[in-house]
């Protein structure tokens, strides 16, 4: 995974914090698809950058993430 896919997902999920800040802060129940889909993006985002930091330890022994 390039870097540079890793930090438009970041940067994707990153955008969506206003909206997920105003549904938290809300009383409105319409709001949990908002949080599902930030939180399926986040877990993606995890998830990727796991699968980096192992392929860069199995290859140089070391990761700078």
Do not use: N
Request: net charge negative; aromatic share 10%.
């Amino acid at each position: 995974m390039p870097l540079a896919f890793s930090e438009r997902a970041a940067q994707s999920r990153r955008s969506r914090h206003e909206r997920v800040s105003e549904v938290l802060h809300g009383s409105d129940w319409g709001g949990i698809a908002t949080l599902r889909d930030w939180e399926q993006d986040y877990l993606k985002e995890c998830f990727y950058r796991g699968i980096r930091i192992l392929l860069e330890l199995e290859r140089s022994g070391e990761s700078d993430l």
